[in-house]
């Protein structure tokens, strides 16, 4: 069934690509029965089964036509049609790149309109949410190509970066006139609160350390701009002399080893803090293999962001309405939850009954002032270091959480009448922002420790760190089901995940060549997180958003967005033929199923790109969207023809012998 519905998804994408580049797959022919078999398995993905056979008679007819009765169900269809594309008048919209963008996807991703990137779509067409093989995660460069049109070409602001995701959201006609009667203040805040991307996703690269000089370790990773960096793989031929196999990634900031802790600061958390203001959660994690930088990187950050918290908090328009600010930290090892606080106290995860998750016992302390605050990290971390069996074994397999949160005290005299005895912390909640030390991203897979133990939290580990990836994808597909259960991680942080929420994930990587397999799966990781990013509406948890009472402001927006009449009509107007679009995805589906078989095919198209099986054989296939970008499978390492290739090396000639991969490497070493 998942491979079913992969291909369909990848037919149907493939379809778009046709279609966006006018193309010519319009004839009638003996795919139309398969096309209506695979119309009808892709309206079966978005539950509208029932509305699949009329399509096989009647190709041509409008959406209305087709039997769509219930807004509910017009709104799927036009979810799906949406995800098609079907004007494509849109194809020369400017795009964020991501690390697909010069492959397959990314092209697709470029293409779409702001319109047209319906947030059901990351699910119907996105093939890196169809598995976790990292084929096409990344754009391997084996062979000189022309700069994609979707790459930046100079170096970018942060700030724009970070603006870029909520200038793609259209905003609705009812979310703008809802806006036009708010004050001038929640005006303003809106406006700062969309301004936010939903997910960023930032790497930092750290220096080369002591050791990795004193072994004379390459630094294989070069930064290019804000926004981009090549690994320079270092890879053996068969024949045993050496080459470097190049990997380009795209985020929306990358840090190289330059970049101080105070600049991390300003990229990563101190946009989010306005709006913890605004009723946002906000999580910021890092993520990366052991000795990354992880705890270098995330340590000082919720100081800062205390810093400009109290600040804030000083404001009379938040001192009047008596917001404080509480801090809690606690730890997750083993799968089991510590209060950091707290003389590592066992803590017990809960959900009420508004399925709202408590950790019952959780100390939280009120920190006026940043010295506080510096005194409580301090205490935590030291908490986190003393029950460990070595020096810092215990740190890189736990995940250490670190919360702020702003709540809304009652008058002190209300809370004195009700007798209350625990009245500084009947605070009501308004926003909070969570900063998470990951566990080291190759402990999961670690099989050097054999003891039990080591295994156990290393599954742990695993599983917390799928588990949170399968979250935000679930999230952005705006799937009734998110997966929070699936780790105590992800549970922890499930209202962090919905309402009004922000992630920023922080991409620690080594520079050093023993550490390229580790940092490819770490890019490759971050790479999937920022693919989700492509929707910035407000997602709602149905469980708590049926059960809580919503207030009429612009921080509640559906969790799907209704369409508005106008866009509602403008998506009825274009003429639909599902007829023939259920053609072309079967026409597509089969070519797809065919690509690698075929030695070469040539399609009519002004644009081609080249791909390539792992035998090298040479397949030209039609998109215009992609514009001449090359489409590569990974490892491979020689040209359509099969020749070998020579590659950039920084440091690594041709004929130099590779390095032996080192074991990762623990966190007692580095110290
Ligand atoms: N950007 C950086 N600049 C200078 N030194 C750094 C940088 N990043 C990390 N380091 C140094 O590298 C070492 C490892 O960093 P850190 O302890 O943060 O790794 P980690 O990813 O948290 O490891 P673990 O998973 O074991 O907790 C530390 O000594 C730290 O000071």
């Not at 001192?319 to 017990?348: T, V």
């Not at 605050?373 to 029950?387: D, F, H, L, Q």
């Not at 549970?491 to 962090?496: I, K, Q, T």
């Not at 940092?519 to 049926?546: F, H």
Request: with cysteine.
């Amino acid at each position: 069934m998942g491979g079913q519905m992969q291909q369909s998804n990848a037919a149907a994408a493939t379809t778009f690509y046709d279609h966006a580049g006018g193309g010519t797959l319009h004839n009638a022919g003996p795919t139309n029965d398969a096309g209506d078999a695979v119309m009808a398995r892709w309206l079966q993905s978005a539950g509208l089964q029932h509305l699949a056979s009329p399509l096989a008679d009647q190709r041509s007819l409008l959406m209305q036509s087709y039997g769509a009765q219930s807004a509910e169900e017009k709104q799927r269809l036009l979810k799906l049609m949406r995800n098609l594309n079907f004007g494509g008048e849109s194809g020369s919209e400017p795009h964020t790149p991501t690390a697909q963008a010069s492959g397959v996807l990314g092209a697709m991703d470029g293409y779409y309109s702001p319109e047209f990137r319906g947030d059901f779509g990351a699910g119907l067409l996105d093939l890196h949410a169809m598995d976790d093989t990292e084929l096409l995660s990344e754009h391997v460069i084996s062979e000189p190509f022309e700069p994609s049109p979707f790459i930046p070409s100079g170096t970018r602001p942060f700030e724009d970066e970070f603006n870029i995701a909520s200038s793609r959201q259209p905003r609705s006609q009812a979310d703008e006139d809802a806006v036009a009667t708010l004050p001038v203040i929640e005006k303003e805040n809106v406006a700062r609160e969309n301004n936010v991307a939903k997910i960023k996703v930032v790497v930092r690269k750290r220096p080369l350390n002591k050791k990795e000089h004193a072994r004379k370790e390459e630094d294989i990773v070069s930064v290019c701009d804000n926004a981009s960096l090549t690994v320079h793989e270092p890879k053996l031929k068969v024949d045993l002399t050496a080459y470097v196999e190049k990997h380009e990634f795209c985020f929306d900031a990358v840090l190289d080893e330059q970049v101080t802790n105070d600049e991390v600061y300003r990229v990563t958390v101190q946009p989010i803090i306005p709006i913890i203001f605004e009723r946002t959660k906000a999580t910021c994690f890092a993520y990366g293999q052991t000795g990354s930088g992880k705890t270098f990187t995330m340590q000082p950050l919720p100081l800062r962001a205390a810093e400009d918290l109290v600040r804030l908090l000083h404001q009379p328009v938040y001192r009047n309405q008596r917001f404080k600010l509480w801090l809690s930290f606690f730890e997750i090892y083993g799968g089991k939850l510590f209060d950091l606080l707290s003389d590592r106290r066992k803590l017990c995860m809960r959900e009420d009954g508004r399925q709202q998750v408590c950790i019952v016992g959780l100390q939280e302390f009120e920190v006026s002032d940043v010295q506080i605050v510096k005194e409580y990290i301090e205490k935590g971390n030291a908490a986190r270091s003393t029950g460990s069996t070595g020096a810092n074994e215990e740190s890189s397999r736990s995940h250490a959480i670190l919360q702020l949160a702003i709540k809304k005290h009652p008058e002190v005299k209300e809370s004195r009448r009700n007798n209350d005895g625990n009245e500084l912390k009947s605070g009501k909640l308004v926003g909070k922002i969570s900063f998470i030390d990951l566990a080291g991203s190759e402990r999961g897979a670690d099989t050097t420790d054999n003891d039990r133990q080591t295994r156990i939290e290393g599954a742990e580990i695993n599983k917390s760190l799928l588990a949170l990836k399968e979250c935000i994808r679930a999230l952005d597909n705006d799937q009734i089901h998110i997966p929070f259960r699936g780790s105590k991680l992800t549970e922890v942080l499930r209202d962090s995940f919905v309402g009004n929420s922000r992630t920023v994930m922080i991409s620690c990587i080594s520079p050093n060549a023993g550490s390229c397999e580790h940092t490819l799966n770490t890019l490759r990781y971050a790479d999937r997180v920022k693919s989700l990013s492509k929707s910035g509406n407000v997602k709602k948890d149905p469980a708590v958003s049926s059960s809580q009472p919503i207030t009429k402001d612009v921080f509640s927006a559906p969790t799907i967005p209704i369409p508005t009449e106008a866009e509602d009509i403008n998506m009825l107007r274009q003429e639909v033929k599902l007829g023939e679009l259920g053609r072309r995805v079967a026409e597509k589906e089969s070519l797809s199923s065919s690509n690698f078989d075929m030695p070469t095919t040539t399609l009519p198209s002004s644009n081609t790109f080249h791909a390539r099986d792992e035998k090298s054989a040479s397949v030209t296939v039609t998109s215009a969207s992609f514009d001449k970008e090359p489409l590569e499978m990974r490892n491979t390492h020689s040209d359509p023809t099969g020749r070998k290739i020579p590659m950039y090396s920084p440091n690594l000639n041709d004929t130099e012998k590779v390095k032996k991969v080192s074991p990762p490497r623990r966190k007692s070493e580095k110290k």
